[in-house]
């Protein structure tokens, strides 16, 4: 995998950072950089603060500790710096909107001020459509597009402001495989391009091949690392608290709860039938 600029600044950075919900505790001295071109997935079990992260790097959630930084600045809410890709939720078939009204909220969801030309808008828009190979249902009302042509519209709309950062919030989620790896493939281009992405996920299997780094969160802990580092028997086992076998298979990852605990926090049998992060 070349990566375009893993020796740049790093466009996410955290330090020592933690988040707390009164006594609770979510995660704690989180360490993580996330450099231009690099994709860092995200991964744990439900509950285990995904979500909060997300939240803390859109500058909606405040760290408990630490520092958290985006380009070498705190988090500010409505930053052109970031692309959010949502989950994916499919949209209500009546919505009067096309694909390529959505992706123009992305280019003027940021704007203050005198609006961009209308001649320049649209040839951007249609770059954008291009870019994720969506020109020939720009047109199409986006609530009757598949979900993976409109997750497809989403990131077109997310990296419209040509974002330093990508945060991506389990974008997969009820695509089916296929889909899964168009969108996919669209994210990568944008990392390839020099794009720092993180991607939050419940399975690394669909991002295996273009995943740089792995953040873990867990019950007992958390860690960064390679996929090869972070998702052995012996980490998940540690990270867990209880025995997690990890098995590799024509490529892929698989990952099953043998513990009672495990049983009850990894979702077992998600985590085999989809090679998931428990
Ligand atoms: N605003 C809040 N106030 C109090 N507790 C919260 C708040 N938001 C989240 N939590 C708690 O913090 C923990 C982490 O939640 P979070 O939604 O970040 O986890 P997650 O990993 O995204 O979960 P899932 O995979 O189920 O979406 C959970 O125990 C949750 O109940």
Redesign the pocket.
Known sequence: MSRVGAADAPALSLRGAGLR?GE?E?WSGLDLDVHPGELVAVL?P???????LVRAVLGQQPLTSGRLEVRGRPPRAGSSEIGYVPQQRLIDPMTPLRARDLVRQGLDGHRWGVPLPSRRVRARVDELLASVGATAYGDVPVGLLSGGEQQRVRVAQAVATDPALLLCDEPLLSLDLAHQREVVSVIDARRRAGTAVLFVTHEINPVLDVVDKVLY?APAGHRVGTPDEVLTTASLTELYGTRVEVLHHAGRVLIAATGAQADHDCHPGQALAAGGAA
């Open positions: 919900y609770h979510v744990g439900n509950g285990s603060g995904k979500t909060s969160l």
